[in-house]
Each structure stands twice: as C-alpha cells, then as structure tokens.
C-alpha cells in the first residue's frame, strides 16, 4: 500500500524563486490496484513519484511505502518497491545478465535466490536470446524488457511506474501494459503515472488528475467521468485542470 | 558483499570495456613514456657525440694558435677574406663560428699581446659549443706559452696553478641517480595518477545524469554514501592503475637496456624496494586526493559538457606545480618548508627524491600528510555532493 500525507515538495532557485512542485498531496494506493496520476507535463508527477521512491525529500508531509516511512526509513522504502520511468536506463557496456545480476547483488539477493529470480524474470519477459548481449547493442524495445526485468527481480510489493511508456513505439507500449496488468494480477500495488488519456482509461482503478502540484479530482474513471459530467476522460481532465480554449477575436 | 565493493567492481568492469579509457589510462603513458625516453636517449647520445664544428678563419697565417685550434677534435676550417664574408657564410649556416686573428696576430703573440676576436651566435648550442672548443685551446696555448717562459726564466710550472681543484661527486650511486630522465618521470607519474581518471570520470556521474543510469542506481536500496564511495575507490583504483603504468614502462624500458635508452641510465636501472615502498605510500594517499576532486566535480556538475569544461580548468592548478617539480632543481627551493607543504609539488619532489634514494622521513611525512589530509577532505565533499538532490536534479 502506498498512502501520502499532505506531501510537499518546494524547490528554489535564484531566478525563479520558489517553486510549489507538488502542494499537498494525499494519495492512497491498494495491493492489487492501479493508481494512476493523470497529469500535464509540469504538473508534478515526476516529483511526487521521485518522492515515493525516496530519490528527493519531502519540504514538508510524509508517506508511507509498503509501511515504511519514505523520511525516516529511506532504505526499506527502497528495498520493497520498484521503480522504472522512461529515465530510468541500462549501463550500455554490460551484458543485461550483468546489470539483472549487479542490481540482483545490490537489493541483496544471493546465490539460488538470486538465480531463481533471474531464470523467472528472463524466462518472464522473454529476454533469453539477448540476455548476454551488451545493452548499447539492444533495440529500445529489448531494453525496456530488460528494465522491466531489472525492475521486479527482487520481488518488489510496490512498483512506481512514471510515464514508462513515454517515446516507445505503440508495440512496446501494448508490452509495457500487459505487464503492468499482470503484476495487478498478482497483487502488487501499482503508482502509475501518465499524460494519455487511452492509458489511464485502460489501466487504473483509481485515477488522480493531478496539475500545478495539487490534486484536482480523484475517483474511479466513473466517478471522474460523471463529476466532470462528459462521457470523455480528456474532456474531464481539461474540465479539471481549468483548461479554457483561446478564441481568436 | 558490502554494497560500496558491488558498485566499485561493477564501474571497474566498466570503465575497463571502454576503449577510451583504456586508451587514455594505459595505452597513452606508456606510449608517452617509451617516446620521452627515446627522444632524451637520442638527444643525450647527439650532446655526449663527438660532432663536426665547421669554423671560418680571418688573417689565419700559419701561426701556432690556428694550427693548434686546425687539430682540435672535430674542427673543420674554412679560410674567409674577411669578417663580412665570414660572418655571411656564418649567417648561411656554414660554419657554426668565425675567428678573426687580426693582420699582426704573430707579431703580437711573440711580445705576448696578441688578441684573437671569436663570433658566435649564443643562442645555437652548437655554435657555443664551437666557441667553447676555440676557447679551450687558447687556453691551453696560454697555458703552454707561459709554462714555457717560466721555464726559460727558471720557475717552477706549479706557479701557474698555485691551487688545485679537486671535485669529488657525492651523489649516491643509488636509485636513478645520474640518470637524466628522473626530473621527468614524478612529472608523468603525477601527471597520469590526475589524466587517468580525468578520462572517465565525466562518464561516471555527470554521465550517468545525463543517460539516466544514476536514477536507476539510487532507485535501489543503496544508500548515497555506498555509491559515492564505490565510485570514488574506483576512480582512485583507475587512477592509480594509471599513473603505475608510468612506472612500469619506466622499469620495462630500462631493463630492455636499448642502444638509445642506455645513456639515461648510467647507473643502470636501480630501484629499491624502500624507493618504491616510498613512492607507493606517497602516490596512494595522492590518488585519493585527485580522484576525490574528479568525483565532486563531475558530481556538481550538470553533464558532461560542463563537467569536461570545470575539470580543464581544475587540470591546470593540479598540474603547474608537478610541471614545476621538472625545474625546481634550477631553483634551489626543493628543500624550503614551504615546498614540502605545497599539494601536488610536495609529492612530485618526495617521488623524485625516492627515485634518486635521498627522500628523507619529514618531507616523505610532509607529503603523505598533506595529501591524506586533502585525499579524506575531497572524499567528504564527495559524499555530501552525492546526497544533495541535486544529484539528480541539477539538470
């Protein structure tokens, strides 16, 4: 279960000042759901979600990760869940069975453990045939596989997705959705963050149209879809986040 | 396996599969040593070389001066009417030096007055060496003409050098003594402890940010100060990897004992096991310190780009005073305090001192301390830089 508190994030900077990139949140996602962050590029996804997976710190608020505190218990935060986003990328001068063995070595897993979870994660996302190939020789699709693998090899309860579709081709991306859906199958708690409309309407239970760092309406794609009174996700959320369309004079 | 070790091993295998570190590491100083000891080998043998020194006379009679300088080793003679033609075929490049007798050279020499004019150019070794050649056999004729004049007159020669010189060379005979490469080699050995991990350490952080491979990293249950101190250990490893393969072509040239290479060690190739005891323990604490500025820079820095831009800038004050250890011997100044106390310099001097056998306990103490000192401050930096946000956020 991830749950968020009134989580903040502020970040300063001489030009610009003080920038609110995310102003209390509170989210609440359940084992076997996925919840998605529907949101503009800007409105504070990326943030929220370095948060969840402790990267950056909270300016003010906490969470809670698989029950561990994202301030006071960084590491065991770390250690349960899974993260991957489109910036999350693979060391190109080793083979992907060295970067699934090195991230293997580093959350701890060792000898039979360590091989049993890399034989299901290959045999899982069918990477077997380039498995000993070095990763700067990989398609973007066999790379993503790869990060797939890297992602869930420790078994995570946890995974935080941040846009992990984005610049893959409509293949890739049918991949990457079969996968979430199948580790909602199998009772991880999923944080899913996107800007497609199609995406979110697929996969989440629960979506929080999220813009300028602040929670504007959350829900089931029902609930969302009649709060907004329209038929169409992308008519709620620009209904949502306040969008108005420029008439010419 | 502690987490620092699993990241250290994992950048190690890295940075060894990228070619361009295996250039700039390895392949390079070797190269660069094994080029420096043949070009000082081929110039050392040319200096100590007997050559021909083509000289131009004017008003040269059959006198004693000019038979004398006409035997002298390597002297070739070209007779000119006059000094404007001398001195042209000396512009030419024919002759390295012109000696003007004057018209009533013998008439003068026998009253014991006789003045001979020498045009040299200073500024061309060889033609200094040519005037040095003329100039010794004046000298020696003075020498004979007076031992002469003292003998018709009954006097002892001895009158002559009432005085006599004896220099007595107290070098050890040890290390690389006499050997006149040993300026250079601290220089390359610092040089390359500092450009062996300048090679790959924009990749290792600024690089990582810019691919996104660092993300991924602090995703994992590693905390900031394993990874920063994988990546520092494993920079150090790479730069002290480096800067030993000076070394080791050092050694391997001078046992190959090559015709070109032999006149740079006159002693024969003698190393220590104190000497390289001494070196170690003064290069150890030195890497630490230079890969520990290489790592928070790249860590400060954006991405490569600005990286590479802040390490250029931060190449020239580590590497002026190792380019002034080469000549601080001209200067006197490499037993003053404030050399043994100055980073870098202090340790290129102690290495060279610990070539030559001569590195005494405070400057070798002087040179670890400040370099330990440093080493343990940039790795502190190091990790307070990995734990900022900026890691990551500083894009």
Same mark, same amino acid.
């Given at each position: ?211 300028? #760092? ?36 | ?110 009253? #014991? ?93 600024? #690089? ?188």
């Amino acid at each position: 279960m991830v749950r968020t508190d009134n989580i903040r994030k502020s970040f300063w900077d001489s030009k610009t000042g003080e920038t609110k990139a995310v102003d209390g949140v509170n989210i609440e996602a359940h084992p076997g759901k996925i919840f998605g962050l529907l949101g503009a590029n800007g409105a504070g996804k990326t943030t929220l979600l370095r948060m969840l997976a402790t990267v950056i710190s909270p300016t003010s608020g906490t969470a809670s990760v698989d029950g561990f505190d994202i301030v006071k218990e960084p590491e065991m935060v770390r250690a349960h869940i899974g993260f991957l986003s489109n910036s999350t990328a693979l060391y190109g001068r080793l083979t992907a069975r060295e970067v699934l063995e090195y991230f293997g070595a580093l959350y701890g897993l060792r000898g039979s453990r360590l091989k049993e979870r890399m034989d299901y994660v290959i045999h899982k996302l069918q990477i077997e045939e380039f498995v000993d190939r070095l990763c700067d020789k990989l398609s973007t699709g066999q790379k993503q596989r790869v990060s797939i693998s890297r992602a869930i090899l420790h078994d995570p309860p946890v995974l935080i997705l941040d846009e992990p579709t984005a610049g893959l081709d409509v293949v890739i991306s049918q991949t990457i959705m079969e996968f979430i859906e199948e580790q909602r199958e199998q009772g991880r708690t999923i944080v899913f963050s996107t800007h497609v409309m199609s995406e979110a309407e697929r996969l989440c239970d629960n979506i929080a149209v999220i813009h300028d #760092g602040s929670i504007c309406g959350e829900g089931t794609l029902e609930q969302i879809l009649q709060a907004a009174n329209t038929d169409r996700l992308e008519s709620a959320f620009l209904k949502m986040v306040g969008y108005r369309r420029e008439v010419s004079a | 396996m502690n987490r620092s070790i699993i990241i250290l091993l994992k950048e190690i295998r890295e940075m060894l599969r990228d070619r361009r570190v295996r250039n700039a590491a390895f392949v390079t100083p070797v190269f660069m040593i094994v080029i420096f000891i043949y070009l000082f080998g081929v110039i050392e043998q040319n200096v100590k070389s007997k050559r021909a020194l083509p000289l131009a006379f004017v008003n040269a009679q059959s006198n004693q001066l000019s038979e004398a300088i006409r035997k002298a080793d390597g002297v070739t003679v070209e007779d000119a009417k006059s000094v404007d033609e001398a001195l042209q075929m000396r512009k030419d490049g024919a002759v390295l030096a012109v000696v003007d007798f004057k018209s009533d050279f013998d008439k003068t020499l026998a009253s #014991g007055d006789a003045s001979v004019t020498i045009y040299y150019d200073s500024s061309e070794p060889l033609s200094s060496i040519a005037m040095s050649a003329v100039r010794e056999t004046v000298n020696e004729l003075n020498k004979s003409e007076a031992q002469a004049a003292l003998k018709q007159h009954g006097l002892s020669t001895k009158l002559l050098e009432p005085i006599t010189l004896t220099a007595k060379d107290i070098q050890k005979k040890t290390g690389l003594a006499g050997s006149a490469i040993v300026g250079l080699i601290p220089y390359l050995i610092v040089l390359w402890a500092f450009y062996g991990g300048f090679s790959i350490v924009s990749d290792l952080v600024a #690089g990582e940010k810019e691919r996104g491979t660092l993300e991924t990293l602090l995703v994992s249950p590693v905390t900031r100060r394993q990874v920063a101190l994988g990546k520092f250990f494993s920079l150090a490893a790479i730069c002290f990897a480096s800067s030993m393969t000076t070394l080791v072509a050092v050694v391997v040239v001078g046992f190959l004992n090559l015709p070109m290479t032999r006149a740079l060690f006159p002693n024969g190739l003698q190393i220590s096991a104190l000497s390289i005891i001494e070196l170690l323990a003064i290069l150890v604490p030195l890497v630490v310190f230079f890969a520990g500025i290489l790592l928070s820079v790249s860590a400060y820095a954006k991405n490569t780009r600005e990286s590479q831009t802040y390490l250029t800038l931060v190449s020239f004050l580590i590497l002026l005073p190792a380019i002034f250890s080469q000549f601080i011997g001209f200067t006197g100044a490499q037993h003053a305090t404030w050399v043994r106390f100055t980073p870098v310099l202090n340790s290129a001097v102690a290495i060279r001192e610990a070539l030559l056998g001569t590195l005494g306990f405070t400057p070798f103490v002087a040179a670890v301390a400040v370099s330990v000192v440093l080493g343990l401050l940039m790795l502190k930096v190091s990790v307070w830089l990995f734990s900022r946000e900026e890691i990551l956020t500083r894009v």
